[in-house]
């Protein structure tokens, strides 16, 4: 094999793995972005569970508040 065949297999067979590499690199990338975007959903939709949370203890605690009230009232009527 001539060297200039040789020169030009090496410089094909090196172009072939930076090609592969750079592949695998946007393979990696949007795996992870994937990922990320799981991720990011999942704490969206953690922060609607927290939301909906707090707004059913606010409502709790003000049917016990409004349910003292009306006790209290209903009590100083019996008396």
Do not use: H, P, W
Request: proline content about 0%; some cysteine.
């Amino acid at each position: 094999m001539s060297s200039k065949r040789k020169i030009k297999e090496l410089e094909n067979n090196g172009t072939k793995l930076l090609e592969a590499n750079v592949q695998g690199a946007l393979t990696l990338i949007n795996n992870a972005k994937e990922r990320a975007d799981r991720a990011a959903q999942k704490a969206e939709s953690s922060q609607e569970d927290v939301k909906y949370a707090d707004t059913q203890c606010k409502a709790t605690e003000k049917f016990i508040n409004d349910t003292e009230k009306l006790y209290k009232t209903f009590e100083g009527q019996r008396r």
